[in-house]
């Protein structure tokens, strides 16, 4: 039972991407699913969540505006979709359970593999 997240890969600045992020094992519909990221040498950063129960969103203030999570329960799959890319936004990015608190995103269960987001010219 985990989340797998893929998509990655080398985009310019300004460029956009789109994660996806599936479950294998599970349905996701009753979770809050959420994505993180690591770079090199830092610590991982809660980047954005969306509830089960309404699709309330919540963003770091380091993408919001830029970053949009969504997810489809039909396909048991969140998705990020990336624009206005940054180099500080290579990372390595995991998807899983998440909660918020005093709007901080946390991660809690179901870590899968990550996929490499590379933003570079």
């Known amino acids: 039972v985990q989340l797998q997240a893929f998509g990655g890969g080398l985009v310019q600045p300004g460029g956009s991407l789109r994660l996806s992020c599936a479950a294998s094992?599970?349905?996701?519909?009753?979770?809050?699913i959420g994505w993180f990221r690591q770079a090199p040498g830092k610590e991982r950063e809660g980047v954005s969540c969306?509830?089960?129960?309404?699709?309330?969103?919540y963003y770091a203030d380091s993408v919001k505006g830029r970053f949009t999570i969504s997810r489809d329960n039909a396909k048991n799959t969140v998705y990020l979709q990336m624009n206005s890319l940054k180099p500080e936004d290579t990372a390595v990015y995991y998807c899983?359970?998440?909660?918020?608190?005093?709007?901080?995103?946390?991660?809690?269960?179901?870590w899968g593999k990550g996929t490499l987001v590379t933003v570079s010219s």
């Open positions: 969306i509830s089960s129960s309404d699709g309330s969103t």
């Open positions: 094992g599970f349905t996701l519909d009753y979770y809050a």
């Open positions: 899983a359970t998440c909660t918020v608190v005093a709007g901080k995103i946390d991660g809690m269960d179901y």
